[in-house]
């Protein structure tokens, strides 16, 4: 299908490039909008050539809008509670002529084994709220609090029904930050999904990791493998050389 150029916008929404395969996207500064965490998502989750595909929290879509350029065949879902971020996830979608690929729903991921049904993904994504409810700014929006605290879906929530969702065999990635990474392993030990795949992300390579891209199968056997660290700027504010591939269409993975 084709790009649609007659998609609306509405008040402080804007059209911004996604930086890759000429693919655009709404956005507004109003709410939460689409980060490096989600790009980095994108690439290292292993995106099946064909299959069914779920991105929990999507946002306004960003994730399934990048994972489309890695398989020419996968169908891809998405799934957001927040009513104007599943308008533009919507929008973005028809945007980037994506419509017989991509179908956005509005809902709470708590609630998504009674839409989806049990066992019917190869993989999840999910990009989920980083931080407690009790913790973090009080005086920001509704948008940007529901996208960044866990006021509405838990890191339990995530992975407890991202189990439900997947085959077995299935595939859950998620980006968190790291200091998490021992809450993400427990649980996803907990609801039989084994942690396969793991790369810590680094700002600089004198910091500490602030940011965990992690994979497990349903029903997999215990063998973690950890691959090499991803430190984002090097020479002060530039991209690494594999950050500025995969931004700029380059590079498919960072498998």
């Not at 968190?176 to 649980?187: A, C, G």
Request: hydrophobic fraction near 40%.
């Amino acid at each position: 299908m084709e790009p649609v150029t007659n998609v609306p916008l509405y008040e402080t929404e804007r059209i911004d490039d996604l930086l890759t395969h000429e693919m655009k996207i709404i956005q507004s500064h109003e709410v939460f909008c689409f980060s490096m965490d989600a790009v980095l998502l994108a690439r290292f989750a292993s995106v099946p050539k064909r299959g069914k595909v779920l991105d929990m929290c999507t946002g306004n879509g960003a994730i399934p809008l990048i994972m489309t350029t890695r398989t020419p065949e996968a169908s891809f879902d998405g799934i957001e509670i927040q009513e104007r971020l599943f308008s533009m996830a919507s929008r973005n979608v028809t945007l980037n002529g994506l419509n017989e690929r991509i179908t956005m729903h509005h809902g709470d991921v708590k609630d998504a084994v009674a839409l989806f049904g049990h066992g019917k993904f190869d993989l999840i994504t999910c990009n989920p709220p980083y931080m407690p409810a009790t913790s973090g700014e009080k005086n920001i929006s509704e948008h940007f609090a529901i996208a960044r605290h866990e006021i509405m879906l838990s890191l339990e929530d995530v992975i407890r029904v991202g189990s439900q969702l997947l085959k077995n065999g299935g595939k859950l990635a998620l980006v968190h930050r790291s200091t998490r990474l021992i809450d993400i392993i427990s649980l996803m030990r907990q609801y039989g999904i084994e942690p396969k795949r793991m790369r810590l992300v680094y700002p600089r390579k004198e910091a500490e990791p602030n940011m965990v891209l992690i994979e497990g199968i349903r029903g997999g056997k215990p063998e973690l493998r950890i691959q090499p660290p991803l430190i984002v700027y090097e020479n002060g504010e530039q991209y690494c050389e594999e950050l500025q591939e995969i931004y700029y269409g380059r590079r498919d993975s960072l498998e």
